[in-house]
């Protein structure tokens, strides 16, 4: 039952966090962080198709994450939904065109293998 | 490296442990709060009323409008590795908090991960796109 929970959180991870970077691309960066603006941001983000499927998507993720927080060790919970690093590293350069240089392949590489080892 | 590849490091630096630690808190919290089994769908709805388990969703929206920020101006594939540290941090927040023991193993995930994360996000620029992309793609 856990594994169904993880992959569940994995693939909708993915998806949502690749729809995020679109939306947020999409929109710009955010430079001004006084209520008034963080507002209006928001205002903008809720028109914003890529960034609604995102919230979707995360909401998936989230509902999944309490199953699989009802039934697992935090422990195990959180460093075994971390595959979802491979997936979206590669979505980032196949997906948003990103330039994922050798330096980003072997952090990545590094960061993956490590969290294989805490979550197994 | 420019002055505008300065300003987003910097911006970086100061939103990312924001991310990490709403992040690992959230997760904490929810653990915390959590029955046990949820059994009916329902109970995914009634457990979101438990204090230590809306802490933690007060935490996770924190986390998901930062982590928003941040990849505005940064790579999804620079803002993963830098926030995987996240990952390593939760593990332990349940080992040392929930008492569970640390093994040597663990140790070396965690190192694994922090020299992953090193890599990364001292040695690559966090925005590969050009800033105008956003104007040009509306």
């Known amino acids: 039952m856990r594994w169904l929970f993880v992959g569940i959180i994995v693939a909708a991870t993915a998806a949502g966090e690749v729809l995020q970077a679109a939306g947020m691309r999409r929109h710009g960066e955010v430079r001004d962080f006084r209520p008034g603006a963080i507002g209006r941001t928001m205002a903008a983000l809720a028109r914003n198709r890529f ?18 927080l009802s039934v697992a060790d935090l422990s195990f919970a959180v460093p075994a939904t971390a595959i979802t690093c491979v997936l979206e590293t590669v979505l980032a350069k196949y997906v948003l065109k990103e330039r994922v240089n050798w330096l980003r392949w072997v952090g990545a590489s590094l960061v993956i293998c490590g969290v294989a080892l805490v979550s197994l | 490296m420019t002055h505008e590849a300065a300003r987003l490091r910097l911006k970086t630096r100061l939103f990312a442990p924001v991310v990490v630690l709403s992040g690992v808190l959230g997760n904490y919290f929810m653990k915390l709060g959590m029955p046990g089994t949820l059994a009916f769908p329902l109970d995914y709805i009634t457990v979101l009323f438990r204090p230590y388990v809306a802490l933690g969703v007060l935490l996770l929206i924190l986390w998901l409008l930062t982590r928003m920020a941040l990849l505005s101006w940064a790579d999804l594939s620079y803002v993963v590795p830098v926030t995987s ?18 093994s040597l193993k663990h140790w070396t995930g965690i190192g694994l991960i922090v020299a992953g994360v090193s890599l990364v996000s001292g040695g690559t620029e966090a925005r590969t796109f050009p800033a105008h992309a956003e104007e040009t793609r509306r």
């Open chain 1, 51 to 68: 960034v609604i499927a995102a919230v979707a998507a995360m909401a998936v993720a989230f509902f999944a994450n309490l199953g699989l």
């Open chain 2, 85 to 102: 540290v996240g990952y390593a941090l939760t593990a332990l927040a349940g080992q040392v908090f929930l008492h569970e023991a640390i």
